[in-house]
């Protein structure tokens, strides 16, 4: 672990603001950036995409302000961007900002990066061609047959991978397929054997503990804000790419199920409702995740951003 950087003199930790979608993460995050003289590096897998800033709730100018933002807008939609590639471009960023003497904030919801970074986990194959390859063997036959003969084949292969997946989740029972075929080792062997090599950087997470009934409402409010803010418009550009529906970008909750008020199959409420449903499915998911790291996770009471970017601050101290 990396700790020869002047940050270090100060604080002993790297913040890292996680939890589920609409807890405020962003606002507090910000906030530590500019206690700390900080700069906020996003671990979010629908973030990165170009374009797609309503649905993905996507800081604003006017929140960034002049705090550096990093790993936000990096790819073109329908571009395939896996957690090896967010580490090998984050870690260096994260390296350069402890470099000037800047702390480095970490914010973000998807639990693989946050994983990643916190555990120091490599998920990368050694054989990235191979692995290409048979993602693209993988998807033409998902294309033919559907997942459900996929899915089948993991339960086979990889039982412990096929309890953790849904089996609608088509591009990570593809990507833990594609492991087996390029390495010859499943998806579950080679991520314990990834945790060999121990994090970068000491990274410590936090979240803030919402009641769920209150966050729900959040969900609900931020959901209609969206709507109003360009959702639909986003949604029909990101159809009118043509994109495959098995790439990362249409996992992102708000953009499918906008599909059937397009092609005038159910009204605008509807849809939004549906958003709504999901959302509040994801967030549990990512609850769900967040309390299986048990006291990795530091919990701290919903507050004002400033009190609690003070307390995280002590806390990495």
Known sequence: MNTSFKIFEKYSYIPVIAGPTAS????LALEICRKAGGELVCADSMQIYKGLDVGTAKDTKEDIGDIPHYMTDIVEPGMNFSVYDYVSTALPIIQDILERGRLPVVCGGTGQYISSLLYGLDYGTGDEEAEQKATEELTSEYEQNGIE?????LKEIDPEAAEKIEPQNTRRVIRALAVYKALGITFTEKNKRSKDKGPEYPFKVFMIDWDREVLYDRINRRVGIMVSNGLVE?????RELNISRTSTCWQAIGYKEMLKYLDGEESLEEAADRIRIGTRHYA??????????????TRIPPDDPEINAQKVLEFCK
């Open 24 to 27: 405020g993460k962003s606002a």
């Open 149 to 153: 003969p996929l899915f089948e084949r």
């Open 234 to 238: 986003e949604a029909k550009m990101l």
């Open 284 to 297: 549990k998911r990512q609850l769900t995740w967040l309390r299986s790291m048990g006291g990795d996770v």
